[in-house]
């Protein structure tokens, strides 16, 4: 087993709790128990700018007023960041993948 294997395992043996409830609802109900993922407790830089931007916009509802179907403050969350990408370069297609790596040997 590599180092990098035993310090991802690391974290599941300082966390209280290192494990999730997963409920699914289709296409049928399905509940279970699953391993917390690695980003839970080193999320990437995306995922920290998604996560201070969402705190920043919820904060911007303080002090509305209950208009629609949701609180003001997930309204705004969802209006503010439908669409939003926050990583700089989308994901590789796996053919690129394998014809750059063709290319490399």
């Known amino acids: 087993m590599s180092s990098e294997k035993q310090s991802e395992y690391e974290y599941y043996l300082t966390d209280s709790k290192p494990f999730q409830l997963v409920v699914r609802s289709r296409p049928r109900r399905v509940v279970f128990f699953r391993a917390k993922p690695v980003t839970a407790y080193e999320p990437t830089t995306p995922q920290t700018i998604a996560r201070v931007?969402?705190?920043?916009?919820?904060?911007?509802?303080?002090g509305m007023r209950f208009v629609g179907m949701l609180p003001p403050a997930a309204e705004l969350v969802r209006n503010y960041m439908k669409g939003v990408k926050f990583s700089e370069s989308s994901r590789k297609p796996k053919w690129l993948k394998v014809l750059e790596l063709i290319v490399k040997s």
């Open 53 to 62: 931007v969402f705190g920043e916009v919820a904060r911007r509802a303080r």
